[in-house]
């Protein structure tokens, strides 16, 4: 269903209505804050590029609505939890309430700032390489 999708707001435009208000808040903060980023839809989510390296995406779960950083697990961040066998890290929210703006924005600043290089991982065959 998703993989037919244009964009983003029409991602966010078929969630529930609690999973809508998160992705919608998620989406105004990220472009807000990553200005430079390039956005599309990504492995069936929204996700934010940064010279065309994935660093932030969310995705509608069972759990709540998955925010990811692609290098997240770098950021020395207390309330991102390790996701797979990479350097990402994630943070799940089940009302919107439940975002920090001041946190969220100091996440994604270090999005911006740690990259790994997720845009060449299979040329490297699954070696990351710290791009800043």
Same mark, same amino acid.
Request: proline share 2%; glycine share 6%; with cysteine.
């Given at each position: 269903?998703?993989?037919?999708?244009?964009?983003?707001?029409? #991602?966010?435009?078929?969630?529930?209505?609690?999973?809508?208000?998160?992705?919608?808040?998620?989406?105004?903060?990220?472009?807000?804050?990553?200005?430079?980023?390039?956005?599309?839809? #990504?492995?069936?989510? =929204?996700?934010?590029?940064?010279?065309?390296? =994935?660093?932030?995406?969310?995705?509608?779960?069972?759990?709540?609505?998955?925010?990811?950083?692609?290098?997240?697990?770098?950021?020395?961040? =207390?309330?991102?939890?390790?996701?797979?066998?990479?350097?990402?890290?994630?943070?799940? #929210?089940?009302?919107?309430?439940?975002?920090?703006?001041?946190?969220?924005?100091?996440?994604?600043?270090?999005?911006?700032?740690?990259?790994?290089? #997720?845009?060449?991982?299979?040329?490297?065959?699954?070696?990351?390489?710290?791009?800043?």
């Amino acid at each position: 269903m998703h993989d037919r999708l244009a964009t983003i707001t029409q #991602y966010n435009d078929l969630q529930s209505e609690d999973s809508k208000a998160i992705c919608d808040r998620l989406q105004t903060e990220i472009n807000a804050v990553l200005e430079e980023a390039t956005s599309k839809l #990504y492995h069936g989510g =929204p996700a934010w590029f940064i010279e065309d390296n =994935p660093v932030v995406g969310y995705w509608v779960r069972k759990s709540g609505v998955q925010l990811l950083f692609w290098s997240g697990q770098s950021f020395n961040e =207390p309330d991102l939890k390790a996701e797979g066998s990479f350097k990402a890290a994630e943070k799940i #929210y089940n009302d919107a309430s439940e975002i920090d703006e001041v946190e969220l924005a100091r996440w994604l600043q270090k999005a911006r700032d740690i990259q790994w290089d #997720y845009k060449n991982i299979v040329k490297r065959k699954g070696e990351l390489v710290r791009l800043r």
